[in-house]
């Protein structure tokens, strides 16, 4: 493909990092991983026995989109709902410990914080257990939220809207943020999770997976084709100014609309891939940051394509710094 940016653009855009302020908000979690090696079946079950060699506690959900984007060096803040426990304590720690401002945690009472446990042996998952509580937060909560943007919306040059469908990304949330940055020139960029995307309507990026993608607009990928026909049609039914579709190992699929629509593919740069786990993640927080740091949608596609290409070679819920992209570049 011709090349899109120059690298001194790209390494322009990069330097900007620092002076870019973007908001996460939408779902925390934490990923907490259990490595180690299977050897023998258990006399008990048909199961493997994994040997546990090692443990780690790591931000997930919205909590990763602000883990890349802090360590691409952004101005980075974050607001969404925890529970009052044991793993809420330890993210709050996490995210105090990088000099994160923790001011947008809500804490709500008698609401588990969501923990994703995954049990990892020879460099794949084992099994996977949750503790949540998907039900829509309160309302007291969302006012919080939506008082904590108000706070902040000044040093904003980004926004994005995280959802994982544990229940802080819901209609009368995404009214107050319309209405709290209207008329100021943030860009918002929305990971989206419900089938519907007439609920994001009216923020300027939206970026599915090539499943999400199919499913809003009620078509199956059959084909490498497909998802070119099926962006368009989304970028038609929908008043988005683009959508970035993430297609795994293929790559990313820009599709804009100024004028006329267009569509710009980005092959994967992954040399390898290991672990596609939050690789969306990385994605829509180097995204974000990009526009937040002056980038045009393709500009800001590239860059993110880049990075992803880089977290799939390596296993569990990874970022990339400054350095390894401007390595890549």
Wanted: hydrophobic share 40%.
């Amino acid at each position: 493909m011709k090349r899109i940016i120059s690298k001194k653009r790209a390494f322009a855009i990069i330097e900007n990092f620092p002076r870019s302020g973007v908001l996460v908000v939408g779902d925390i979690m934490a990923d907490h991983f259990i490595w180690g090696r299977v050897s023998r079946i258990s006399p008990e079950a048909p199961v493997p026995v994994v040997e546990v060699r090692k443990d780690s506690f790591m931000l997930g959900g919205c909590a990763n989109v602000l883990n890349n984007i802090f360590v691409m060096g952004g101005r980075v803040y974050m607001t969404g709902v925890i529970g009052s426990d044991e793993t809420g304590r330890r993210l709050l720690a996490e995210v105090r410990k990088r000099g994160v401002d923790t001011g947008g945690m809500v804490v709500e009472e008698r609401r588990p914080t969501t923990l994703k446990t995954r049990i990892v042996a020879h460099g794949q998952q084992v099994v996977r257990f949750d503790f949540e509580d998907r039900k829509a937060v309160q309302a007291k909560s969302i006012r919080k939220i939506l008082s904590y943007i108000r706070s902040v919306r000044d040093d904003l040059g980004a926004l994005v809207i995280s959802d994982y469908n544990k229940g802080v990304v819901t209609g009368p949330l995404l009214e107050g943020i319309r209405k709290e940055i209207a008329g100021r020139s943030i860009v918002t960029c929305v990971d989206p999770k419900q089938r519907d995307f007439s609920l994001y309507q009216g923020f300027d990026i939206i970026t599915p997976n090539h499943h999400e993608a199919g499913n809003a607009a009620g078509e199956e990928m059959q084909n490498d084709h497909d998802h070119v026909r099926v962006g368009m049609k989304l970028l038609e039914k929908y008043d988005f100014k683009a959508i970035l579709v993430t297609r795994g190992e293929e790559g990313l699929s820009l599709f804009e609309k100024d004028g006329r629509m267009k569509h710009t593919a980005f092959p994967t740069e992954a040399r390898e891939v290991f672990d596609v786990t939050g690789a969306g993640d990385t994605v829509i927080g180097v995204f974000a940051l990009c526009m937040a740091a002056g980038a045009s949608f393709r500009e800001a596609a590239y860059l993110a394509n880049h990075a992803a290409g880089i977290v799939v070679g390596k296993v569990g819920t990874a970022t990339v710094t400054r350095e390894e992209l401007k390595r890549v570049l």
